[in-house]
């Protein structure tokens, strides 16, 4: 299923994490050359990204909801 971006977080690791407004969170890493997502990089890209459809694998799964930070 495809949910919109709502939010960002990062992790203990400092990776960037997509908020879903399904209420499931999904890793929007830059890592050239496997995945490329430059526009994690800098706020702008991160605003721009706002309302963006991400397909979700655990509302796919039926998964609970994920805690926010």
């Keep these: 299923m495809k949910h919109p ?3 960002y977080h990062r992790d203990e690791e400092g ?3 997509a908020q ?8 929007v890493r830059h890592d ?12 702008r890209g991160r605003d721009a ?3 963006y459809l991400l397909d979700c694998k655990k509302c796919d799964e039926h998964a609970p909801p994920d805690e926010r930070p």
């Design 5 to 7: 971006i709502c939010g």
């Design 15 to 17: 990776h960037w994490v």
């Design 32 to 43: 050239p050359p496997w995945m490329i997502r430059a526009w994690v990089t800098s706020r």
């Design 20 to 27: 879903l407004a399904c209420g499931h969170n999904q890793h």
């Design 49 to 51: 990204m706002l309302g």
